[in-house]
């Protein structure tokens, strides 16, 4: 099991191998304050290696309107991290990488597979990326979201999946596309 933290004084990683008797520390890139961070795995193919993903919303002042984010990837049960999409901007001063917009905020990451996941992003929607977390494009559909609505994301499966604009909606997909 995985425990993350996060917040305005900073945060951590931590593993454990034996049902929570001991826990170990791991490298956290996201351990600088942030508003938002969240840890996401989908099941490894037999065989592979747990490819974990990490995202990073920074801590903005009142009134701006994006956040910026970085996207991280570990193939080694988050012993190692590789930077994969940053808009900039950040607490850590990661130079833009990938494609990941800059508007809203951090809400829900959910992945599918080990190349596929999805990201809530409040006020925005849903991005969904399908290159491993370098390049993230808005998911149509969903229409218009208030700017201070939070959008979570989760599956069931590698196609069965759902999306809530708090408040408001519902929506579902059966096949991870629409």
């Known amino acids: 099991a995985y425990v993350l933290s996060y917040g305005a004084t900073g945060g951590g990683l931590a593993y454990t191998a034996n049902d929570g008797r001991t826990w170990r520390s791991l490298a956290d890139p996201c351990s600088a304050p942030y508003a938002r961070v969240d840890l996401a795995a989908p099941p490894p193919p037999p065989g592979d290696a747990t490819g974990m993903w990490l995202i990073c919303g920074a801590i903005t002042r009142a009134g701006e309107e994006g956040q910026p984010k970085l996207v991280y990837r570990s193939y080694d049960g988050g012993k190692h991290w590789m930077l994969v999409a940053s ?3 950040t607490p850590v001063e990661a130079a833009p990488v990938g ?3 800059l508007s809203g905020w951090v809400s829900q990451l959910a992945t599918i597979t080990p190349t ?3 990201l809530g992003i ?3 929607g849903i991005i969904v990326t399908r290159d ?3 390049t ?3 998911v149509s559909g969903m229409g218009r979201v208030e700017p201070d609505t939070e959008v979570g994301v ?3 499966s590698t196609t069965l999946g759902w999306a809530i604009v708090f408040r408001r909606a519902v929506w579902r997909t059966a096949d991870a596309v629409r």
Do not use: D, K, Y
Request: charged share 15%.
């Open 136 to 138: 993230w494009q808005l």
């Open 132 to 134: 491993s977390g370098r």
């Open 87 to 89: 808009t900039g901007f």
């Open 116 to 118: 596929i996941a999805w």
């Open 154 to 156: 989760t599956f069931n």
């Open 122 to 124: 409040r006020g925005v």
């Open 99 to 101: 494609e990941i917009p």
